[in-house]
C-alpha cells in the first residue's frame, strides 16, 4: 500500500509539475489532487525537490521507453537508405510525441530552467536524463562511417531539442520533420568527410 501512495504523489506532481511549472506547483496542491496526507508525503520523500527528482527520474523513463519503442515501430517505414533509418525514425518518434495531446514542451528542459544551478539534484537529473538522451540518439546511429560519432549524436541531440522549444513556444508542430531534413543533410556531408 505503501508504494502505491508512492506511485500516487509522483504521478500526480508529474502531471502538475509539467502542465504548470515546478515552482508554481505547490505542495498543498499536490496533496489535493492525490488526496494523500502530507505525513505520507514526507515519509516518501524528504523535500519537494527530492520528489521533483523523483518525478524526473520516472519521466525519464517514460520518455525514453516512448522513443525507443517509436523508433522500432517506425523504423521500417523510412524511405531512406537502410542504415539511416533508425536515427530518421527517431526523428518521427520525436514529432508523433510533439504532436500528442499529452506534450507540453520538456519536462527538462522546464526543470533547469526552474533550477538552474548546475549542482543542484533537479539540475542533475536533467543533465543525466540529456547524456541518455545523446546515448539513445549514437545508438540510432547504428554502423554509418563517421568521423565522431558521440559529436555527431551531440549535433543531433541540439537538433531534437530545438524541435522540441519550437514546437513548445511557437506552436510549430512539425518542428521535428524541419530537424528531420537538417539532420539528414548533416548526416550526409558528415559521411561524405569520413
Known sequence: MASSKRDLLIDTAQNLFYQHGFKATGIDTILAE???A???LYNHFASKEALIVACLNRRDQQLLT???NNIERLAPTQQCEPELANIMA???ALSHWINSDTFFGCMFINASAEYHDFDHPVHLACT???VLVIKLIEQQL??????DRLATAKQL???ADGAIVGAHTTHDFESAIHAKSVARALLASQRQAA
Open 34 to 36: 492525490s488526496g494523500v
Open 38 to 40: 502530507k505525513k505520507t
Open 66 to 68: 516512448l522513443l525507443e
Open 90 to 92: 527517431f526523428f518521427d
Open 128 to 130: 543525466e536524463h540529456k
Open 142 to 147: 547504428g554502423k554509418l562511417a563517421l568521423t
Open 157 to 159: 541531440a541540439i537538433l
